[in-house]
């Protein structure tokens, strides 16, 4: 009998994915993250990493009846997610912590901790689905079949090793689905709400947890595109491009934040018409194809720029280390330290950071 190592994070979706697993005749084990405390970040709420999520992940192991285990990886997360993190808003950047969560922790570190349990593969609950391709040999990362769940986007970074070793069993699924499956098997989080802020910041409030973090930033100016002060800031590490609210300029037009200076600590604003551009270079690339490589030196595809935007057609460039991603149309809000992520229909070939 096959053995799966079940990412359990207290939520309805990893519960079924468990679920569907034993159903399919493996042998499971259900593993929640530590991932840090609470009073570490300065939040008192409970979080993905809450004590009531780690009960919540053993009451649907002990309904399942598997094993469940609790490890520690706090000091993986702080060196892989919340330092970077820290560092890229310091910077100006805007970066998604999911993505290197995912990449350095779920499928890192869980990989290597699934090997020391005997266990075949490593199961999550993300809605996207891996696809073994017979005529290349090659294991596929696909969108899940919900295009409004759909989490391709924060996997891209995942190898052939990965794929050939991931199982996602609630991508062929609805979210209306697989609460009905959870209903059925009597789960506790049946009806749990969905998380929708950084697991470390549930509160939302991100420009607290920099300052508590020590990440405050210095004032400086804000100049239009032509350099003149339109005013102050109060830290680049306190913007984002696009960022319309918070600024506290009185003007006849809206301003938004269209680029950061770090070097020289500005922030340049402009009108909306004027967000929109036509490229973007990445770097810190990964490809879903073996080897690591990409499909050609030159090809056509779509490419999205953050979580939940609409992918656009598109042409990349492979220049070294790096990508040029040139639109057919221009995009809205290119974002350095968002990820660009890219899109064959709904398979996904590879991305990278927006530089």
Known sequence: MSRALIAMSGGVDSSVAAACMLKRGFDCIGITMKLYDNQDIGIQKGTCCSLNDTLDARHVCDRLGIDFYVNNFS??????????FLEAYSKGRTPNPCINCNR????????????????????????????????????????????KKDQSYVLYMLSQEQLMRTVLPIGEMKKEETRLIADEYGFVNAHKADSQDICFIPDGDFRGFLQREGIEGRAGYFLSESGDILGEHTGICNYTIGQRKGLGIAAEHPWYVKEIRPETNEVVLAENRDLFGKELEAGDLCWTYAGGLPPADEF????RIRYHHKEADSTVYVIGDRIKVVFDEPQRAITPGQAVVLYDDTRVLGGGTII
Not at 75 to 84: L, R, Y
């Open 75 to 84: 000091e993986d997360f702080k060196t892989h997610v919340i330092d970077p």
């Open 300 to 303: 056509r595809c779509k490419a």
């Open 104 to 147: 350095y922790l779920k499928f890192d570190r869980l990989f290597k901790r699934a090997g020391d349990l005997g266990c075949d593969c490593i199961v999550t609950g993300h809605y996207a689905r891996v696809i073994h391709n017979p005529d290349t040999g090659e294991y596929e990362l696909h969108k899940g079949v919900d295009e």
